[in-house]
Each structure stands twice: as structure tokens, then as C-alpha cells.
């Protein structure tokens, strides 16, 4: 696997005998030649050029290499390398829509599904060839029809038959007419012959004869609209997107030509996500290299791609710029396209007329078209307890274009809520926010007033529906429950956006970003630290977080929300009944063991609480338990919590499951007279925080509680509690100077303590693979999982012995 460390050898063009011995002996660089090797396997997979690199010494052939290279790429899936498209298209005819032809045709004739193709390339597919999921699927169908016909005739080869020359007649001969080409962009010659020339009109031939006198590039503006609109689908130029240190990058909601398939991983699409996440548009495209500490070149390249893509346009760009000729007199900087004069926008919320045109998704989408939200990530990140904590001590920074910079208020989302907005089927353009919710990873204050006219438009789908089956009550169920979600996330984020009694007089109201946790953690721990730093005032968090959710704490930014990934986790149940001994009788079960007997704190209890790890709570019945637990445990560690208390042979008439379990907010006005409150109040820091405490009602005939869980943040699931968070927020100054340093204070200490309270039930197993605490390079380490079984018996925690299968 490519480190950091090997990447930076070789692109610095470090030769063999310059290794420092050390290095050698930690790659396994024993000989010049298994170097070599490396430089070769390096070069290919991240696309670099021949010229100017140490693979030229390596491999001295450079068009075997560039041959190598575009078959490598064809087959990863991966983006065409539009950087080498002089070497390409110029030198080898190969263009991007000849690219992308042959490998649709091999995925056809392989017949994988469309959702093999990754997310960029199968953008750039539709953007160049019109094939979307639809069109590829129709594809596939046609080919197989063809297959069929050809098996009558006995006397044809199939395996000869099935090559992509049989199919090509199915494939669009040519990019699609509405591609788009901006004024700014720069036309390049691509390999043109006599016979090309031909077949070009009077107007085709005079700007290739320029190109070809001047030997020079030209801006697409000053060239005739419809003739290089022309050449570009005939393939004889190229486009070339420029992008200088001093651009500004905006990145709109995600458009209908966006597709949400599937990531692979390769070098560049990682890159594209890391600028996603990172991009703003108060930051240039060379501060934003130097804070992510990534090769200028790289960062341009990348930009270039959104910017191709038409996932994101130059803030600091005349819309008039490079627009000489009359030919692009109607010219639309938004779709690229010859258009009618469009009509002035109406005087409303500046930010949401301005994206109007970009939040359009095509209304055939379905919910087929969107990829199943989950995070199989395993790894998580532990927080350093030596780590320094820097209290922000300004709003606002300097940007080289010599105006202020103001630090916002970063609200903390995680997949779960995209999850809900995407499926909730609220309204297409919500749905449009959700996918660039999940995929860029960020939605910023200057695009949050179309997101918000969105969340207002919305109305309860079941208030309007006729109930007539269990089915489409548990369907209305859901709706309801999409519906809140998206009503409290309104009010919440109305509520801290430009909140002027948020903070203390001297910094006043900030605007909000939302982020997701999962694409800040696809940065590095330094990296992400000084985003964050640079960006944020203060982060808060939304709650519950998802126990999937990964992602690693933020040790120098104040924030509001559960600072350890294992604050998500069933450890925190533990650690809390370990300090109050409060909470239901409940044993914790490692993968792999089998429970031949309740113990005898769960044997009286009608309904039990079943946590698999890393997944949402079940509620399960006594019928059976041991079968469900047992075969649970083939496949994950799993928590068994005891409910509701047996002998109630009425409980039709008790409480539905959700009605046993009372949510508390915090910070308490007052602490209520519970044993389990006012223990945790003194053991865990509720003063200084946010979130809420669930409690437990384990009998029908008994209105004694316990603690269940507790959770930081703000709630979007009930508008009452998260309305009192709110409030408390603003009441408990949570948000002023001297909150903030008792509140780092407080976070270290529960960090630490939690962290302990783990590795004191997780003691090594050398038998084990796998050490209790597993880290990964950039920071973030896997939660542990159970060495041995727990029991809590409502009063002690203990570990027990039990049989492993």
C-alpha cells in the first residue's frame, strides 16, 4: 500500500542511491531493481507524466507507458487523464469520448451492473456520452438481444462475436450536442488529417488553420460558438480548463449530473473528496494547497476536473470574461449552452436565487439512482490526553485578497441524516441538498438559504394520507419520522445562523457550514485540525451520532457533541452504569461466544433491548432470546439489556417501547431527584455541555427509572427537546469564553477516563491478532471491540466467565 512517505520519494524524483538506508530497508527496497519496480507500479496508478519523472528512467519506452498507463486507468474505472491530453489526444488520437466508449463497451459485454462505474467517471460518462443508468441498462438489453440472435446462426463464433466492434453501432458516435464548453476555457489542436479537414466547414477550417499557424492556444470566447462546438464533437481539439493560485472555487449543490454509484479509492478520486470537503470560497486555490499541504499542481488539476465537470465555477470570474466573439452573444455561464436571454432573477434571498439553476435534478431520478448510505470504515480516532488546547481567540483572518475572513459555526452531521432526506421522498430539490450533503460533504452558509427555503417548503406526508394497513402505517410511520428530522434540522440551523446571543458582544452572529463527519475524517489529523481551526469558531454537533460514524475529535476547537467516536458506542452505556450504578441489567457479549443461560438478573424480564455492534438498538420478546442472541453472536459482538420487567400479562394496554424512554436535556435548570441523574451529574461535566439523558422505565407497575444513555449535541428527532437544548444553549452562555475553557477541561478528563475504562475491560489477549486499540495512519483507530463477557447487574459491572464456541 502507497504511504505518504514512498509517494514523496517518488515523486521528488529521488533516485536509488539517494534512498537513505532506512528507507530501503522499510519498503523492502533491497535491490535497485525492486525500486524500479516500484517507480513503474507508483507512476501508472497516479497518472503521471513521462517527462520530467523518474519513470522515464525506468521505463525509457514512453509509448508503452502511455499505453500501459490509459489501459491501467481503462480498466480501474478511473477518470480520463484529461492533464496528458496532449499526449492523448494530440499525440495518439485518444480522446476522452473514445476513452469512455471503450469502457462502457467492455462493461457491457461483461454485463456488470452500472453501479460498477465509480461516482466521477460515471459523471463524466453522462456528461460526455449521454449514458446514464437508463441508457446503460437499455444497453445491456439491446446487447443481449443481439447475443440471442447471433446463437441461431450455427455457424458464427461467439467468443469472436463478443468484442466491443459488435456493440459499437449501439454507442453514440460523437459527444452529445449539449456539452459544455465555457468562454474561458482554452482550445487546443488535437490530431488532424487531410481527410479531417474535409469534412469541416469553411468556418472549422479557418480556426484550425490559425491553431496551426500561430502554434498557440486560443480562449474558446474569441473563436466562433458553434464551429468548436463542432471540431470538440469531431475530436479534433481539446479542452483545457485553466485554474491559477489565485481562483476562488464556489461548489454549488450537485446537479442531475451527478451520479451516486460507488468510490474506489484510486489516488485521484480521494483527492477530489478531500477538495470537496475542504474547498471554500474565501480561501484561493493556492492557500488552499498550502493548508492541505498538497503538491500545487495536484490541487489545480483537481480543480480543473470540478470545474470541467460542472461541479463547481470560479467565484473570482467575470462572466463576461473571454467573450470577444459575437457568436456567443447568448451565451448561459451556467449551462455553457446558447440560450435565450434568461429572465432577470426575482428580489428575494440573494444566495437562493443565485444557486437557483444549480439545485435542478432531473425529475426521473428514483431512489435506485441513489447509493445506500452506510460507512463501513472501521477505523476511528483516539484523542491525544497530552494534546495541547487552543482556545480560538478571534472570529475573523486575513485573506490575500486583503478582506476579513469570519469564522462560522460548523454544524456536524452524520450519513444518517442524509439518509433520511434522500428517502424521505420530501422533495426533489431537498434531495439534491442530501446527495451534495453526503458526497461533497459540506454545505456552506452562502448556498443554506435555498437548503432552508427547501426544509420550509416541506409538509407531514402522513397528515394527508388514509391509514388502511399495518404495512402502510409502519410506511407512514417512517415518513413522519423523515418529516420531523427535516423540520428540526430547519429550526436548528434557523436558530444558529446569525444568532447575535449565540456568542459574546465582541464577535456577534456567524454564518454555519454544515459538515459531515465522515468526509472530515477522510483528511488527515493535522490536516483536518487546520481547516477547522481556520474555518470553524465552534463546532456542534447533531445527536445521537450513528455508532458507525467514524471519525476522530477535534482537539483545539471548542465544541458541542460526544468528543470520542466511543461516546457513540455501547462502552458509554457501561461507563456511565459503572459510575451511577444505575442503569438496566445488561450483559455485553464478544463474536463468537454463546449464551446457554440468562443470568439471573435477566430472567425476569418479558422484553429485552438487543445492540449488535455499531448498529442501532431492537427490541426483542423473551420467546426464543438465546436463539436470536446466539446466532447474533456468529457475526458481531452484541449487547442484551433487559426492558420491561415480566409479569405483565396486560402490557397491550402498556406503553409502546418508545414511551418507556424519557429524554432529559442538558444543562438541567435543575437536577430532578433521581438517583441515576444526580449521580451522573457529578461524574460526567453537564454543565458546560449540550445533549440529553435517556431514562428507562423497566416496569409497568413501577415508575422507578434508570439511565439508559447519554448523548451530546443537539437532537433532531423531537422538536420539544431539541427546542430546550436550543434555548439552554443561549441561556448557559454555553457558547462564551469562559464555557469554552471549562468545557476543554471537562472533555479531556471524560476522554481519558472513557478511553482508561476501555482498556481496563479490554487487557491483551496474546492469543489475538488484533490489540484492543488499533490505529491507522491518519490518526483514527477502530473502536475495541469486547475480549471478554460483561455483566451489569443493575448495581455492579463485572466480568464473567462464558463458554466460546
Known sequence: MTTQLDEHYIRTNVEWFQLPSDVKQKFSWNTEKEYDKAILIFSIKHQLRHKGNLVRKVQKDSRKYYDDLLRYSREHLMIFP?????????????????????MISDLVL?????????????????????IGRNQYIELINQ???????ARKKMFLNLSNWKTPASIRHLLPSQPVDSVHIHPWWVINLGCVTDDDVKQCTNE????????????????????????????????????EVPVSEEDYIQVPPLGSGFVMNRIVGDYFEVLLYKLFVSTDEDTNVGELSRLLTLDMDLVKQTMSMFLRLGFARKKNLDSEYGVIHTSWKHYSSTTGLQLPPPPKPLPIDKNAADWTREIEMDASMTDEDLMSISTTDEQKFLISPTSSVNIPDTVSMSTSTGTLKQKRIGFLFDSSLTAFLMMGNLSPNL????????????????????????LERISPISQSSIKSSDDDNQSEGEADRYFLHARVLYQTISFLRLNNDLFDDDIGSLGVDL??????????????????????????????????????????????????????SVWMKLFIYSLTKSGPPSILLPKGYRLNILPNCLQNFDKFLVTTWNHEPTYISNVNILLSINEALLHSAVLLQGFLYGNN??????????????????????????????????????????????????????SEEVLLDIRFGIPLFDEKISETI???????????????????KSIRILSISLIAFIERFQQFDTSSCNMPLRHSSNGIRSTSLPQQPILFDGQTLTTIGSSSS
Open 110 to 130: 461483461q454485463e456488470k451492473s452500472y453501479d460498477t462505474l465509480p461516482n466521477f467517471t460515471a459523471a463524466d460518462c453522462l456528461r460526455l456520452l449521454g
Open 431 to 454: 434531495k439534491t441538498h442530501a446527495v451534495t450533503m453526503f458526497e461533497v460533504g459540506k454545505l456552506a452558509d452562502e448556498i443554506l438559504g435555498s437548503f432552508l427555503l427547501e
Open 82 to 102: 484529461y492533464h496528458l491530453a496532449d499526449i492523448y489526444v494530440k499525440g495518439l488520437r485518444i480522446t476522452s469520448f473514445s476513452y469512455y466508449i471503450d
Open 649 to 702: 400479562n396486560n402490557n397491550n394496554h402498556y406503553k409502546e417501547e418508545h414511551q418507556q424512554i424519557r429524554y432529559v436535556p442538558f444543562p438541567f435548570d435543575h437536577i430532578e431527584k433521581n438517583h441515576g441523574l444526580e449521580q451522573l451529574s457529578t461524574v460526567i461535566d453537564l454543565k458546560n455541555t449540550c445533549g440529553y439523558v435517556s431514562m428507562l422505565t423497566l416496569s409497568a407497575t413501577n
Open 204 to 239: 472549422e477550417k479557418l480556426i484550425i488553420d490559425y491553431l496551426i499557424d500561430e502554434k498557440c492556444s486560443k480562449l474558446a470566447g474569441e473563436l466562433n460558438f458553434d464551429a468548436i462546438h463542432s471540431l470538440y464533437r469531431k475530436g479534433l481539439i481539446y479542452l
Open 515 to 568: 459538515l459531515r463527519y465522515e468526509s472530515l475524517s477522510s483528511l488527515d489529523a493535522n490536516t483536518r485540525q487546520r481547516v477547522i481551526e481556520r474555518n470553524y469558531h465552534v463546532l456542534i454537533s447533531m445527536a445521537p451520532v450513528s455508532a458507525e460514524t467514524v471519525y476522530s475529535p477535534f482537539n483545539s476547537t471548542d465544541y458541542l457533541g460526544p468528543c470520542l467516536q466511543e461516546m457513540n
Open 726 to 744: 436550543r434555548n439552554g444553549i443561549v441561556k448557559h452562555k454555553l457558547c462564551a469564553k469562559e464555557k469554552v475553557q471549562e468545557r476543554l
Open 143 to 149: 446487447s443481449r438481444t443481439i447475443l440471442q440472435a
